[in-house]
C-alpha cells in the first residue's frame, strides 16, 4: 500500500483546509483508510477513519468541524476541515488499518509521508 497526503499550510484560526489522500496498492485487505495527527510533544491521535464500506467515524475533538470523505473506489481519501483551531496544529499522516476499531491507533499499519497544519493568527 503506498500513501501520499497533500493539502498542508498554514491558515488562521477559523479558516479551513482540505487534505487530499492517494492510496495505490493492495488495498483489499484494509478495513479502515484514516487521518492520523501528531502534536509537537504529544502521542499520535486518529482523528477520522472512514471504512471500505463507507461508514465514516470522527473523534470526538474534531465531530462537527471535520468531515471524512473518498471517491468510490477508496483511491482517494479527503478531510476537510473547518473552523481549525490552533489546537489542530500538528503533522497530519493518512494512513491503513486492517484492525476493528477505527479510531485505535494500533491497528494502523500502512503510513503515508506527513503533511504540516499550522493553525496560528
Known amino acids: 500500500v503506498q500513501l501520499q497526503a497533500f493539502g498542508g499550510g498554514l491558515v488562521q484560526p477559523g479558516g479551513s483546509l482540505r487534505l487530499s489522500c492517494a492510496a495505490s496498492g493492495t488495498l483489499f485487505s484494509i478495513t479502515y483508510i484514516g487521518w492520523v495527527r501528531q502534536a509537537p510533544g504529544k502521542q499520535r491521535e486518529v482523528v477520522a477513519a472512514?471504512?471500505?464500506?463507507?461508514?465514516?467515524t470522527l473523534a470526538d475533538s474534531v465531530k462537527g468541524r471535520f468531515t471524512i470523505s473518498s471517491d468510490n473506489g477508496k483511491s482517494t481519501v479527503s478531510l476537510q476541515m473547518n473552523s481549525l483551531k490552533p489546537e489542530d496544529t500538528a503533522v497530519y499522516f493518512c494512513?491503513?488499518?486492517?484492525?476493528?476499531?477505527?479510531?485505535?491507533?494500533?491497528?494502523?499499519?500502512?503510513w503515508g509521508q506527513g503533511t504540516q497544519v499550522t493553525v496560528s493568527s
Open positions: 472512514i471504512s471500505i464500506g463507507g461508514r465514516t
Open positions: 494512513a491503513t488499518s486492517n484492525g476493528r476499531s477505527p479510531l485505535f491507533i494500533g491497528g494502523y499499519d500502512y
